[in-house]
């Protein structure tokens, strides 16, 4: 496939805040898109132009601005489900982020309220996830086995970073409910291959839900070819607003499934003691959603297709080979996940010998106005399982440069002289 | 380059070379504190003699320079000092760190503390410093009871 022409000059033009200077001049390198990304003018304009012209509530409204801000927000949803290739807008779900999105399945498992059967989670059930989640894909799956009595179990990592698989068979069987993993790991940058353990999910009759947060921002994900049954992801991070998320299942799921949150908009017709739902889509986006929001998400998409997302793609996988190349030469750096490009993203993260995160991420900040993320990145058990307690992380997107690397080099090589 | 103002030459100091760290017998309490947004923790123990004398304090743990830094110089104001005159460093410590670098430093009280007064324009950094001191407080507290 011949990949658009990529000018990673040109597209750092769209994004005013990478030529703004730090107190005490330092420029911006930032390194932290994995965190949350920057947002180019397109986004900005688009939004700024709703709220000075088309700004009304949404759905409820039979005035000009009603119908012209409606019409915004549906756009966006079709524009969001060309984006990832959804069969139908209607499954198109606009939550506040991946979080939530994550959430409203979990709280459709072992709900006394829904009566199909693939629902249905009480002892002796079981729930599958993996040791390399974020927390948002951790913590809703816990929530469940505590309120049903199911019992959560998780794929391990081997010392690369990949998923172990070794075990998919024992894993994943005829108790297994729902299997929810991680398409693109948030620290590690592996991309893992969902096709095997979707096979092994269908044979024995589990649900299963991808968590996109890392991969839609990157790389083309078409929900069909995927296959699963639910898909998750955020805005933020895919050069959209915070504050929107999105949640993608089969219609025939999300039908069967019970409302999340009650409220307006959600709802059919409602008496004192009983209420009956709005179809697809709106069942489940209770009250006033986040409307400018949601357009911004439509311009973030719009801007990412007009890139390409393959030679964002591309140009990813060009920083990462540089970086994990350039990074070699700092002695006592270790690389947590993949040293290849293969099967990975622009995610890196790392320790220094001897030298906690923090100080290298003050230093690296301070000194050279390189951001980066340090910590756990909401992936303790991941940090656990690699007996550290933290990592510095490096995280590119289609506006970086090499040229950012060099100086993430260089500030390492700072950092150890400060430090050694 | 204001953190470079941060990491002050004594802080460095104290990180490569910690004092009195590893954990030591005979001890009356032993404290376990966490700081959960960056894993930094510390287990500390306080051993007190007659007239509230300090006779010990030691402790281990992983975590930041200056989390580090700041247990090493915890140790050195407060072995061989009293209860009453060390938490009166903790408290003016305390009121360093949480004063947003707004706060002026009372060097007689806090000696080789007054290091950290650049750590207090780092909220994010703040809780690594106070670690270890809440740490002891709390252990003295328990010793105490
Ligand atoms: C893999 C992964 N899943 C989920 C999330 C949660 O996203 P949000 O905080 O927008 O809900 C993130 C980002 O923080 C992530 O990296």
Request: proline fraction near 5%.
């Given at each position: 496939?011949?990949?658009?022409?990529?000018?990673?000059?040109?597209?750092?033009?769209?994004?005013?805040?990478?030529?703004?200077?730090?107190?005490?001049?330092?420029?911006?390198?930032?390194?932290?898109?994995?965190?949350?990304?920057?947002?180019?003018?397109?986004?900005?304009?688009?939004?700024?132009?709703?709220?000075?012209?088309?700004?009304?509530?949404?759905?409820?409204?039979?005035?000009?601005?009603?119908?012209?801000?409606?019409?915004?927000?549906?756009?966006?949803?079709?524009?969001?489900?060309?984006?990832?290739?959804?069969?139908?807008?209607?499954?198109?779900?606009f939550t506040k982020n991946a979080s939530e999105a994550i959430n409203l399945v979990a709280y459709a498992f072992g709900n006394p309220i829904n009566t199909d059967d693939r629902f249905r989670v009480g002892p002796g059930d079981e729930i599958v996830i993996t040791e390399m989640e974020h927390h948002s894909n951790i913590v809703p799956w816990q929530l469940l086995a505590q309120r049903t009595g199911a019992k959560l179990r998780w794929f391990s990592v081997t010392d690369e970073g990949r998923l172990s698989l070794d075990d998919l068979d024992e894993l994943v069987n005829e108790r297994t409910?729902?299997?929810?993993?991680?398409?693109?790991?948030?620290?590690?940058?592996?991309?893992?291959?969902?096709?095997?353990?979707?096979?092994?999910?269908?044979?024995?009759?589990?649900?299963?839900?991808?968590?996109?947060?890392?991969?839609?921002?990157?790389?083309?994900?078409?929900?069909?070819?995927?296959?699963?049954?639910?898909?998750?992801?955020?805005?933020?991070?895919?050069?959209?607003?915070?504050?929107?998320?999105?949640?993608?299942?089969?219609?025939?799921?999300?039908?069967?499934?019970?409302?999340?949150?009650?409220?307006?908009?959600?709802?059919?017709?409602?008496?004192?003691?009983?209420?009956?739902?709005?179809?697809?889509?709106?069942?489940?986006?209770?009250?006033?959603?986040?409307?400018?929001?949601?357009?911004?998400?439509?311009?973030?998409?719009?801007?990412?297709?007009?890139?390409?997302?393959?030679?964002?793609?591309?140009?990813?996988?060009?920083?990462?080979?540089?970086?994990?190349?350039?990074?070699?030469?700092?002695?006592?750096?270790?690389?947590?996940?993949?040293?290849?490009?293969?099967?990975?993203?622009?995610?890196?993260?790392?320790?220094?010998?001897?030298?906690?995160?923090?100080?290298?991420?003050?230093?690296?900040?301070?000194?050279?106005?390189?951001?980066?993320?340090?910590?756990?990145?909401?992936?303790?058990?991941?940090?656990?399982?690699?007996?550290?307690?933290?990592?510095?992380?490096?995280?590119?997107?289609?506006?970086?440069?090499?040229?950012?690397?060099?100086?993430?080099?260089?500030?390492?090589?700072?950092?150890?002289?400060?430090?050694? | 380059?204001?953190?470079?103002?941060?990491?002050?030459?004594?802080?460095?100091?104290?990180?490569?070379?910690?004092?009195?760290?590893?954990?030591?017998?005979?001890?009356?309490?032993?404290?376990?504190?966490?700081?959960?947004?960056?894993?930094?923790?510390?287990?500390?123990?306080?051993?007190?003699?007659?007239?509230?004398?300090?006779?010990?304090?030691?402790?281990?743990?992983?975590?930041?320079?200056?989390?580090?830094?700041?247990?090493?110089?915890?140790?050195?104001?407060?072995?061989?000092?009293?209860?009453?005159?060390?938490?009166?460093?903790?408290?003016?410590?305390?009121?360093?760190?949480?004063?947003?670098?707004?706060?002026?430093?009372?060097?007689?009280?806090?000696?080789?503390?007054?290091?950290?007064?650049?750590?207090?324009?780092?909220?994010?950094?703040?809780?690594?410093?106070?670690?270890?001191?809440?740490?002891?407080?709390?252990?003295?507290?328990?010793?105490?009871?």
């Amino acid at each position: 496939m011949s990949v658009p022409s990529f000018d990673v000059e040109r597209v750092r033009k769209d994004f005013p805040i990478l030529s703004r200077e730090l107190p005490g001049g330092r420029p911006l390198v930032y390194l932290d898109s994995g965190n949350s990304s920057q947002k180019p003018n397109q986004v900005i304009d688009t939004m700024r132009e709703h709220l000075a012209q088309h700004y009304s509530n949404v759905g409820r409204a039979l005035h000009a601005l009603g119908s012209e801000s409606t019409e915004a927000y549906e756009a966006a949803r079709d524009k969001v489900a060309g984006f990832i290739g959804a069969p139908s807008r209607d499954e198109v779900i606009f939550t506040k982020n991946a979080s939530e999105a994550i959430n409203l399945v979990a709280y459709a498992f072992g709900n006394p309220i829904n009566t199909d059967d693939r629902f249905r989670v009480g002892p002796g059930d079981e729930i599958v996830i993996t040791e390399m989640e974020h927390h948002s894909n951790i913590v809703p799956w816990q929530l469940l086995a505590q309120r049903t009595g199911a019992k959560l179990r998780w794929f391990s990592v081997t010392d690369e970073g990949r998923l172990s698989l070794d075990d998919l068979d024992e894993l994943v069987n005829e108790r297994t409910k729902i299997v929810s993993i991680v398409h693109q790991s948030n620290v590690l940058g592996t991309v893992n291959s969902i096709s095997p353990i979707l096979a092994r999910a269908r044979e024995v009759g589990a649900l299963m839900m991808v968590d996109a947060s890392q991969s839609v921002p990157h790389q083309r994900v078409d929900v069909d070819d995927l296959d699963v049954d639910f898909v998750a992801f955020t805005g933020h991070k895919m050069v959209g607003p915070s504050g929107i998320g999105v949640l993608w299942g089969r219609r025939e799921l999300l039908d069967a499934m019970p409302p999340f949150l009650g409220g307006g908009e959600m709802i059919e017709a409602v008496w004192m003691d009983r209420s009956t739902y709005a179809p697809l889509p709106h069942k489940f986006e209770a009250g006033t959603p986040p409307i400018v929001e949601a357009v911004g998400l439509g311009a973030a998409v719009d801007y990412l297709t007009s890139i390409g997302m393959d030679a964002i793609k591309q140009h990813e996988r060009e920083l990462t080979g540089y970086a994990l190349e350039a990074l070699r030469e700092i002695p006592g750096l270790r690389i947590i996940g993949p040293r290849t490009v293969i099967a990975r993203g622009g995610t890196v993260s790392f320790t220094l010998e001897g030298i906690h995160p923090h100080d290298v991420g003050q230093i690296l900040d301070d000194v050279f106005g390189v951001a980066v993320r340090v910590g756990h990145h909401c992936a303790r058990p991941l940090h656990l399982r690699f007996g550290i307690p933290a990592t510095t992380r490096a995280s590119f997107y289609l506006y970086n440069t090499t040229a950012e690397i060099d100086a993430l080099v260089r500030g390492l090589h700072h950092v150890q002289k400060v430090f050694g | 380059m204001i953190a470079e103002s941060m990491y002050q030459e004594l802080i460095l100091e104290h990180y490569k070379h910690p004092q009195g760290r590893g954990l030591r017998e005979p001890y009356d309490a032993e404290v376990h504190h966490v700081n959960p947004t960056c894993g930094d923790e510390v287990t500390l123990r306080v051993k007190l003699g007659d007239g509230g004398k300090v006779l010990d304090v030691s402790y281990d743990g992983q975590g930041c320079s200056i989390s580090q830094a700041a247990a090493s110089v915890l140790y050195e104001l407060a072995t061989d000092s009293t209860v009453e005159e060390s938490l009166s460093v903790v408290d003016e410590f305390t009121r360093l760190m949480q004063g947003r670098g707004q706060v002026e430093a009372d060097e007689d009280v806090l000696g080789d503390a007054v290091a950290f007064a650049g750590v207090a324009k780092f909220p994010a950094r703040v809780k690594c410093a106070l670690l270890s001191w809440m740490a002891y407080k709390d252990a003295v507290l328990r010793s105490q009871a």
